[in-house]
């Protein structure tokens, strides 16, 4: 069609879409990483679907033209009815008071749960609790959210990236700034945790709680296959998975909050309710969480059912909004110090930037050979003692900075 107005392709231009048989251009999922990509190759214009303009224009740098059929593109490109690009519009980086669901508010009792979810929210740290239906772990772990920042906006970049790839962008709102909370069935498969599926390889839950919570309920009734396929997305931030039609990696740098009953039956411990189950099943059940996935999880907390007059009154704890504010500071400290967060940081970095005083070193390397922890162990309790020095505004961690660390550590406690 540009030959025969005498026309020449336009140069450094990409066309993305899905012709229909009546020449309409239609959506295609994944414009906003096709867009970033081609970018990143050195094009300048990019004539994409209408409907998944705002999406393309999230990308800086390059031209976005929303095209709505074949031939108004090419009345564009021959000069005679110009297509305005797409002008990207951002929201702004602000949590409306009362727009998550829960509340620590509106928790009675558990203090330490409370405490824990603060921790882990300020270092980045993954968190696990452990006790009896009813007493409060699922209540805890969706509060979390509540008491994150908002994404930065290269954070909001790369989950939209993930939702983009899913076909789940939303088409007004390209752009969000909440965190991300994923809560997957205890049933769900590889696939659907890790990521695959035919062809290439489309992103998991843990993809999708990028930069956001991964709440895994139940956590000792998921296939042991999966469980064990965390380990290396928990270290590292990202996951490749390979299928028929090539590898792909995909980011997976997210807070894991899971929680656990302590026996089949639930009530092992209870002090109020008899647990039925026998030893053997106990243990069974215990093992389904091996050595190594609990060894990645920093904080270990024992959740006990509250007695019923504690129920029965008007909760007291203190607002997601006041813990919120602490986590950030405890955030920006860690920011400027290091660059990320004390859950990241590597042994030699700790070494450099977790300074720890003799007193604490002291107490710190005496509960390691008395428990036998692991170096990654050790480490792992280093790093949370970090994250409680920082929420306390010190620069240096101090002996009850250590011993608040080891007590979220439950699986050594209670060797």
């Known amino acids: 069609a540009l030959a025969r107005y005498g026309k020449l392709p336009p140069a450094r231009s990409a066309f993305i879409g899905e012709l229909s048989l009546d020449g309409g251009v239609r959506h295609v999922d994944g414009v906003f990483v096709a867009v970033r990509g081609?970018?990143?190759?050195?094009?300048?214009?990019?004539?994409?679907?209408?409907?998944?303009?705002?999406?393309?224009?999230?990308?800086?740098?390059?031209?976005?033209?929303?095209?709505?059929?074949?031939?108004?593109?090419?009345?564009?490109?021959?000069?005679?009815?110009p297509i305005a690009a797409a002008s990207p519009t951002r929201p702004q980086t602000l949590l409306e008071p009362g727009?998550?669901?829960?509340?620590?508010?509106?928790?009675?009792?558990?203090?330490?749960?409370?405490?824990a979810l603060e921790v882990a929210a300020a270092g980045g740290h993954h968190l696990l609790f452990s006790g009896p239906?009813?007493?409060?772990?699922?209540?805890?772990?969706?509060?979390?959210?509540?008491?994150l920042p908002p994404l930065e906006l290269d954070e909001a970049l790369e989950v939209a990236q993930v939702r983009s790839v899913l076909g789940?962008?939303?088409?007004?709102?390209?752009?969000?700034?909440?965190?991300?909370?994923?809560?997957?069935?205890?049933?769900?498969?590889?696939?659907?945790?890790?990521?695959?599926?035919?062809?290439?390889?489309?992103?998991?839950?843990?993809?999708?709680?990028?930069?956001?919570?991964?709440?895994?309920?139940?956590?000792?009734?998921?296939?042991?296959?999966?469980?064990?396929?965390?380990?290396?997305?928990?270290?590292?931030?990202r996951v490749r998975i390979t299928r028929s039609a090539g590898s792909v990696v995909y980011p997976a740098r997210f807070t894991l909050v899971a929680a656990t009953n302590p026996c089949p039956c639930g009530w092992a411990g209870d002090g109020v309710r008899t647990c039925r189950c026998t030893p053997a099943?106990?243990?069974?059940?215990?093992?389904?969480?091996?050595?190594?996935?609990?060894?990645?999880?920093?904080?270990?907390?024992?959740?006990?059912?509250?007695?019923?007059?504690?129920?029965?009154?008007?909760?007291?704890?203190?607002?997601?909004a006041s813990v919120r504010e602490r986590v950030v500071a405890a955030r920006g400290r860690q920011m400027d110090r290091q660059g990320g967060l004390n859950a990241q940081l590597r042994p030699a970095r700790l070494r450099q930037v977790a300074g720890l005083a003799p007193a604490s070193r002291h107490t710190l390397?005496?509960?390691?050979?008395?428990?036998?922890?692991?170096?990654?162990g050790f480490h792992r309790a280093w790093r949370v003692a970090r994250t409680v020095a920082d929420l306390e505004g010190s620069?240096?961690?101090?002996?009850?900075?250590?011993?608040?660390?080891?007590?979220?550590?439950?699986?050594?406690?209670?060797?």
């Open 38 to 81: 081609l970018r990143d190759l050195g094009y300048e214009r990019v004539f994409v679907p209408a409907e998944d303009a705002a999406e393309a224009a999230l990308v800086d740098g390059v031209e976005v033209i929303p095209c709505i059929s074949l031939i108004r593109v090419v009345a564009h490109l021959i000069g005679e009815v």
């Open 395 to 415: 620069d240096q961690i101090q002996d009850h900075h250590v011993l608040e660390a080891l007590g979220f550590r439950l699986s050594e406690a209670a060797a």
């Open 133 to 147: 239906p009813g007493s409060g772990k699922t209540m805890l772990a969706r509060c979390l959210p509540g008491i």
């Open 168 to 237: 789940e962008l939303e088409r007004e709102r390209p752009l969000d700034w909440t965190r991300p909370f994923r809560a997957p069935h205890h049933g769900v498969s590889m696939a659907g945790l890790i990521g695959g599926g035919s062809g290439l390889a489309q992103p998991g839950e843990i993809s999708r709680a990028h930069h956001g919570v991964l709440f895994l309920d139940e956590l000792a009734e998921f296939q042991t296959p999966v469980l064990q396929a965390l380990r290396q997305p928990l270290e590292t931030g």
């Open 281 to 320: 099943a106990v243990n069974t059940y215990q093992r389904r969480l091996s050595g190594p996935l609990l060894d990645r999880i920093d904080l270990q907390v024992a959740v006990r059912r509250l007695k019923l007059e504690t129920l029965a009154g008007e909760p007291h704890g203190e607002a997601s």
């Open 365 to 376: 390397e005496r509960w390691a050979e008395q428990r036998g922890l692991t170096a990654r």
């Open 99 to 115: 727009s998550f669901e829960h509340d620590l508010a509106e928790v009675h009792g558990q203090e330490e749960g409370k405490r």
